[in-house]
């Protein structure tokens, strides 16, 4: 990846969200791909040991990575990169259609030890800053709910963050991000690894619907496996596992009937 160019830019160091108390700039970024505006808001875990360290290879240009914003435990929000520039944050991604993620969206990374840390619980005052930092972003650029999204959703397999802990409810309940009340992991039939049918195309067509980069084959692979693990962690988070069990199905399918949607981002199967 190419080194960024300088900013010429004069807000360099002052914050463009109130939110934020302090501007600390981050080399890793580059220009939006076509002059696109952020359309979605990508959530993260940092997965660090600390707030200081992970803020340091943010800023590190050999890490090549960075986000917009870093909301810390104790609420306080940092902002490393200008919303105009595309931070690098998102990865090789998918999202309805797109894979410039970087270029659409805001990068926010929650300070948290993540799964390697063993996943602590997100405290009160730092989810409060993420609602009224994400309610201020999303309203500057007019994002809506839906588009307000986990790391795991648009990189399913290989990120997890910010993982089945994140309180996604308490967003919903604000006005961001979608949700429905996730059915109980119960046993019985169920799409796993290897099976194949109509079943497994239709529960297909529904993540793909969704968002999801999945195509309809008909054939539970190891595409469908992540997309499902993806799912439930954002959806279902009392098994996350990769089998489609009842429970994952139902709360699919309440989430397709809650939020319908019938425009396929990959064209006709």
């Not at 307000?148 to 308490?170: Q, T, V, Y």
Request: glycine share 10%; net charge negative.
């Amino acid at each position: 990846m190419p080194l960024p160019r300088p900013m010429a830019i004069t807000t360099l160091h002052r914050p463009e969200s109130p939110l934020a108390t302090a501007f600390r700039p981050s080399p890793n970024h580059g220009e939006r791909v076509a002059g696109q505006r952020p359309d979605c808001i990508v959530m993260h875990y940092t997965g660090m040991a600390s707030k200081a360290s992970a803020i340091d290879w943010l800023c590190d240009p050999a890490s090549q990575v960075s986000c917009h914003y870093v909301v810390d435990e104790g609420g306080a929000v940092l902002q490393l990169v200008p919303e105009e520039r595309r931070a690098w944050h998102a990865g090789l991604s998918y999202w309805r259609g797109r894979t410039d993620l970087n270029s659409a969206s805001i990068g926010v990374e929650i300070v948290n030890t993540g799964h390697e840390g063993g996943l602590p619980s997100y405290p009160d005052m730092q989810i409060e800053a993420v609602i009224a930092l994400c309610l201020d972003v999303a309203g500057r650029y007019g994002i809506p709910r839906d588009a307000i999204l986990a790391h795991s959703d648009i990189a399913p397999g290989r990120k997890r963050d910010p993982g089945e802990r994140f309180p996604w409810k308490r967003l919903h309940d604000r006005g961001l991000g979608l949700w429905v009340p996730p059915r109980p992991w119960r046993d019985g039939p169920a799409l796993r690894p290897g099976d194949a049918g109509e079943g497994v195309a239709d529960f297909q067509s529904a993540l793909r619907l969704h968002g999801y980069g999945l195509e309809r084959t008909g054939i539970f692979d190891v595409a469908t496996e992540k997309v499902v693990r993806a799912f439930q962690l954002h959806f279902r988070p009392e098994r996350v596992d990769g089998v489609a069990d009842g429970g994952t199905l139902d709360t699919l399918a309440a989430l397709s009937a809650t939020y319908p949607t019938t425009a396929d981002p990959l064209g006709a199967a």
